[in-house]
Nanobody
Framework: QVQLVESGGGLMQPGGSLRLSCTAS????????MGWYRQAPGKQRELVADITSGGSTNYADSVKGRFTISRDNAKNTVYLQMNSLKPEDTAVYYC???????????????WGQGTQVTVSS
């Protein structure tokens, strides 16, 4: 079984910083893309950022220049450094991974349980 476990969420004042971590564990052969999505109440889940095994990154326009995604392939861990936080960043943040459990198998997308990020004065 594959599990994605997130940590680092919480409450922060506007302008502050938080660092989210997500570690994939279990029977994993390889991980292609890892990323972060977020969902605020009443809104659709949206991509925040993702990163391939080779280090290519994508960012939502709303976070570009403020957030940085990175990963440690040896640890199967992805990070999201969030700086200059705004109230609009308040959401549940979900870790995502596109991975294979065995060689030759199709890749499947796995999700973490989500972690709450609240930005408020």
């Amino acid at each position: 079984q594959v599990q994605l476990v997130e940590s680092g969420g919480g409450l922060m004042q506007p302008g502050g910083s938080l660092r989210l971590s997500c570690t994939a564990s279990g029977n994993i052969f390889s991980i292609y893309t890892m990323g972060w999505y977020r969902q605020a109440p009443g809104k659709q889940r949206e991509l925040v950022a993702d990163i391939t095994s080779g280090g290519s990154t994508n960012y939502a326009d709303s976070v570009k220049g403020r957030f940085t995604i990175s990963r440690d392939n040896a640890k199967n861990t992805v990070y999201l450094q969030m700086n200059s936080l705004k109230p609009e960043d308040t959401a549940v943040y979900y870790c995502n991974a596109d991975l294979k459990v065995v060689r030759g198998a199709d890749g499947y997308i796995y999700w973490g349980q989500g972690t709450q990020v609240t930005v408020s004065s």
